[in-house]
């Protein structure tokens, strides 16, 4: 380049050409060609995780994605969902990310109970589908209520695209996209709700003060309309990022909370080694600049300082699980969404569901009763023996007092002929 390098460059030797290597910088002579080794920097990584990360159907809780989305894994109570296309290795690779995340020391217990308990009432899911053309198709076939559900906050969903998840990728072509999807979901579900003072996403917290400084000051967008074209203004500065600036993503439909959630994530992974790739760090340059954890510690020490003070990972995930010991801190609980004691955090049904008890049926109303006194041909429930036998009587009676009448009628008349002969 003619002139010294700012930034350590990750290499091993010069190959070609005329350059000075220092322990910090990298001098070329001007109008020379210099041909570098390519080399990486592998980060520490987690260990592979113990958690029963096991592929369960997807609870009912999320509504109709659970057509799209059929299976599941459950880490900590926060559900990742797939379409069925997708590999199973593929769901169990982002499950064991996350969970690297959420627990870097692999001991089977979340770092901070705050920011899994924020994901799990929130209903937090990463969604992935083979590819983005596969979410848009099953984007036009969710009902209208789904979305009035989202818009009511019944749901914080985050997607990843199978063929972006590359395992182990930290090269320019080949990054796993999972390590930066995964982590917004943690981020600005998990910790933006735990820790509002430090990780909101808003103007005023500890990380959007930071990120204020990374781009060189403070630009928000003044309508969320401004944010619906790529070459919108958004939360885009006029006239473009400063020289002085370190941060400088240009996309249009990025308002201000969306610009603190990729700022953390290439804060975070800076500083857990995942960009120190030397191919990486140029790939990356145009929108994030220090590309090493020295770098960052260097360019941006608000950043470093808020990271470090915070429950936030201290080892990038492997995403690597352990298939051999998969039960070891296996949750046991009822599963059924339907039940009383559903326990979201449960990976293995126990048994234990207890089922509400039916709504008992409304009694139907008693019929009016019949009034067989004045009707004694009425044969309803409450006409007795006693009454029939009563007036069986009345009527023998009557017959009886009428062949008196008629006997005495004729005797009477017999008795009038014999005087008047």
């Known amino acids: 380049r003619g002139n010294v390098e700012q930034w350590e460059i990750p290499y091993d030797e010069v190959i070609f050409g005329d350059a000075t290597l220092f322990d910090d910088a990298l001098a070329i002579s001007a109008n020379s060609v210099t041909v570098l080794r390519h080399s990486s920097v592998p980060p520490p990584l987690t260990d592979c995780v113990t958690l ?25 109570g926060v559900h990742l969902l797939a379409t069925s296309g997708v590999n199973d290795e593929t769901l169990l690779h982002a499950a064991a990310v996350m969970a690297g995340y959420l627990d870097d020391d692999s001991d089977g217990i979340a770092n901070d109970p705050a920011v899994v308990q924020a994901m799990a009432d929130a209903n937090a899911a990463m969604v992935i589908p083979r590819t983005q053309y596969e979410l848009d198709m099953i984007i036009e076939q969710l009902p209208e209520s789904f979305y009035v559900k989202m818009d009511e906050g019944e749901f914080a969903l985050q997607d990843l695209y199978e063929d972006e998840i590359h395992p182990g990728g930290r090269s320019a072509n080949t990054f796993d996209a999972t390590l930066e999807e995964v982590l917004h979901l943690i981020t600005q579900v998990g910790y933006a709700t735990a820790y509002p003072d430090d ?34 203004p958004c939360a885009l500065p ?24 990729e700022y953390l994530y290439w804060a975070l992974t800076t500083h857990l080694g995942a960009q120190s790739d030397s191919g990486r760090c140029y790939w990356i340059s145009e929108e994030w600049e220090p590309c090493t954890r020295e770098q960052l510690a260097q360019t941006d020490p608000a950043i470093v300082s808020l990271i470090e003070s915070s429950t936030l990972a201290r080892s990038l ?18 599963m059924n969404v339907n039940a ?35 009707d004694p041909d009425s044969k309803g429930e409450n006409y ?20 008196m009448i008629i006997h005495f009628a004729i005797n009477k008349m017999r008795g009038g002929g014999l005087g008047e002969g």
């Open 52 to 76: 029963n990360l096991s592929i369960i159907s997807t609870p009912e809780i999320y509504d109709s994605l659970t057509e799209h989305f059929p299976k599941a894994i459950s880490v900590f």
């Open 199 to 232: 990780f909101a996403e808003a103007p005023g917290s500890t990380l959007a003060i930071a990120m204020d400084g990374a781009r060189g000051g403070h630009y928000e967008e003044n309508d969320i309309d401004d944010c619906e074209e790529e070459e919108g």
């Open 238 to 261: 006029t006239g473009g990022y400063s020289e002085s600036s370190w941060y400088h993503y240009d996309d249009g439909t990025c308002d201000y909370s969306c610009m603190a959630t």
């Open 317 to 334: 995930p492997s995403g690597g699980h352990c298939p051999d010991n998969p039960g070891d801190n296996d949750i046991q609980g009822c």
């Open 340 to 374: 009383t004691n559903y326990n979201q955090n449960a990976t293995v049904d126990d048994g234990s569901c207890i089922m509400p008890e039916p709504e008992p049926e409304p009694e139907p109303e008693p019929e009016p009763e019949e009034n067989t006194e004045l």
């Open 384 to 403: 007795s023996s006693e009454s029939s036998s009563f007036t069986a009587i009345r009527i023998i009676l009557l017959l009886i007092l009428g062949l």
